[in-house]
C-alpha cells in the first residue's frame, strides 16, 4: 500500500460540499451525511470480507491510508515506511476509520491521541511497538510483499470454516465490550459451524500424519 496525495483527498471533499443559496448548515449536513457514510462502507469492505486480510504498508501512508490499513486483520510493514494521521493539518477529525479502529488496536492510548493531535510522522518501528503494525520487514517492497504472502500461505492451509468464524468472532469480540455477549455470539455461531466436516477431516489428517485437504468454502459461481 502506498499513500494517497493530499491533493486527492482535498479534491474529492471539495466535490462533496454543496454551493449556492440552499448551502446552509443543517442541509449542507445532510447533504455531506451519505458522502461520508459511502467513505466509510468503502473502507469497511476489508472488515467484512469473509476471509483475513493482510497489509503490507510501505512508503509514506498518509492520511486516508492509516482508515484503509486499520482496518485489515494483521499488519506488516516495510521498514521504510512512514505514517502520519494528517488531518489535524487539514482541518477537521479523520472520521473515516482511523479514531474508531486505532484506539482499539494500538496498546499506547497516550501515543494515539498525541500522533491523532499532532499530525506528525511516526516510523514503522513506531508503529510496531504501540501495536499498529504487527512485524516490520527489512527490506522494499518485494521483502514486505513476500511476507505478507507467506503469511496468507500459512493461514490457507486451516480450515476455512475455522479461520472464518475466528475473523467474525474476533470482529464482534472488538466491537462488543461485554464478555458475555461475546460468549453468546460464539454459542450462536458455533452451534452451527461445530457441524463442518473440516473437523472430521482434521482428526483424520492427524491420524494419517498427512496434510488436511478442506473443501473450498464457498463453491465457484
Same mark, same amino acid.
Given at each position: 500500500m502506498t499513500a494517497i496525495t493530499l491533493g486527492e483527498v482535498i479534491g474529492v471533499w471539495a466535490s462533496a460540499y454543496?454551493?449556492? +443559496?440552499?448551502?446552509? +448548515?443543517?442541509? #449542507?449536513?445532510? *447533504?455531506?451525511?451519505?458522502?461520508?457514510?459511502?467513505?466509510?462502507?468503502? $473502507?469497511? @469492505?476489508?472488515?467484512?470480507?469473509?476471509? +483475513?486480510v493482510i497489509a503490507a504498508a510501505l512508503g509514506i501512508a498518509l492520511g486516508?491510508?492509516?482508515? $484503509?490499513?486499520?482496518?485489515?486483520?494483521?499488519?506488516?510493514?516495510?521498514? !521504510?515506511?512512514?505514517?502520519v494521521i494528517k488531518k489535524a493539518d487539514?482541518?477537521? /477529525?479523520?472520521d473515516i476509520g482511523t479514531l474508531a479502529r486505532l484506539p482499539k488496536i494500538?496498546? !499506547?492510548?497516550?501515543?494515539?491521541?498525541?500522533l491523532a493531535y499532532t499530525a506528525r510522522n511516526f516510523s514503522a518501528d513506531e508503529a510496531e511497538r504501540t501495536g499498529f503494525v504487527l512485524r516490520v520487514v527489512s527490506g522494499?517492497?518485494?521483502?514486505?510483499?513476500?511476507?505478507?504472502? @507467506?503469511?496468507?500461505?500459512?493461514?490457507? *492451509?486451516?480450515?476455512?470454516?475455522?479461520?472464518?468464524?475466528?475473523?467474525?468472532?474476533?470482529?464482534? /469480540? #472488538?466491537?462488543?465490550?461485554?464478555?458475555?455477549?461475546?460468549?453468546?455470539?460464539?454459542?450462536?455461531? !458455533?452451534?452451527?459451524?461445530?457441524?463442518?466436516a473440516d473437523m472430521k477431516e482434521s482428526l483424520r489428517a492427524v491420524k494419517a500424519k498427512e496434510r488436511p485437504q478442506y473443501a473450498k468454502l464457498l463453491p465457484k459461481p
Amino acid at each position: 500500500m502506498t499513500a494517497i496525495t493530499l491533493g486527492e483527498v482535498i479534491g474529492v471533499w471539495a466535490s462533496a460540499y454543496p454551493a449556492g +443559496p440552499a448551502a446552509e +448548515p443543517a442541509r #449542507r449536513a445532510l *447533504q455531506l451525511r451519505p458522502h461520508i457514510r459511502a467513505f466509510q462502507h468503502s $473502507i469497511a @469492505a476489508v472488515e467484512r470480507c469473509l476471509y +483475513p486480510v493482510i497489509a503490507a504498508a510501505l512508503g509514506i501512508a498518509l492520511g486516508l491510508d492509516i482508515d $484503509i490499513v486499520s482496518a485489515f486483520d494483521v499488519r506488516y510493514a516495510a521498514s !521504510n515506511a512512514v505514517f502520519v494521521i494528517k488531518k489535524a493539518d487539514v482541518g477537521l /477529525a479523520a472520521d473515516i476509520g482511523t479514531l474508531a479502529r486505532l484506539p482499539k488496536i494500538a496498546g !499506547n492510548q497516550s501515543l494515539v491521541h498525541e500522533l491523532a493531535y499532532t499530525a506528525r510522522n511516526f516510523s514503522a518501528d513506531e508503529a510496531e511497538r504501540t501495536g499498529f503494525v504487527l512485524r516490520v520487514v527489512s527490506g522494499r517492497r518485494d521483502v514486505v510483499v513476500r511476507a505478507a504472502l @507467506a503469511l496468507a500461505g500459512v493461514i490457507a *492451509q486451516k480450515s476455512p470454516v475455522a479461520v472464518l468464524a475466528t475473523k467474525h468472532l474476533l470482529v464482534h /469480540a #472488538r466491537d462488543h465490550s461485554l464478555v458475555a455477549e461475546d460468549l453468546d455470539c460464539s454459542v450462536t455461531w !458455533n452451534s452451527t459451524m461445530l457441524q463442518t466436516a473440516d473437523m472430521k477431516e482434521s482428526l483424520r489428517a492427524v491420524k494419517a500424519k498427512e496434510r488436511p485437504q478442506y473443501a473450498k468454502l464457498l463453491p465457484k459461481p
